[in-house]
């Protein structure tokens, strides 16, 4: 199983940016997807969850900011920022978990991250 992001770069203060992420392998159920953030020096946080049946959780410092979403049929979860502060900078890492084929339990997967800079 691998989770791939896409998206990110450099933007303005105030201004959107979208990042998403793919899960690919031998899957066969996905349950929660979600983004979380680490800036440098600073612990990996929470940014927001959804659920398989669309129930989203953000946290407060992106709430009414960032908009989460998935489509189940092709196993991605995708991350609108709009509104962007120089605090939004950060590594942002998608997380999914899946139950593979041979598992019996799901487990939780990581992609590689990607960057995501706010800037004058």
């Known amino acids: 199983v691998h989770l791939v992001e896409s998206g990110g770069g450099l933007v303005q203060p105030g201004g959107s940016l979208s990042v998403s992420c793919a899960a690919s392998g031998s899957i066969l159920s996905i349950s929660g997807m979600g983004w979380y953030r680490q800036a440098p020096g600073q612990e990996r946080e929470f940014v927001a969850t959804?659920?398989?049946?669309?129930?989203?959780n953000y946290a407060d410092s992106v709430k009414d900011r960032f908009t989460i979403s998935r489509d189940n049929a092709k196993n991605t979860v995708a991350l609108q920022m709009n509104s962007l502060k120089f605090g939004d900078t950060a590594v942002y890492y998608c997380?999914?978990?899946?139950?593979?084929?041979?598992?019996?339990?799901?487990?939780?997967?990581w992609g590689q991250g990607t960057q995501v800079t706010v800037s004058s």
């Open positions: 997380n999914a978990i899946i139950l593979s084929r041979g598992m019996t339990v799901y487990r939780p997967y």
């Open positions: 959804i659920t398989s049946g669309g129930v989203a």
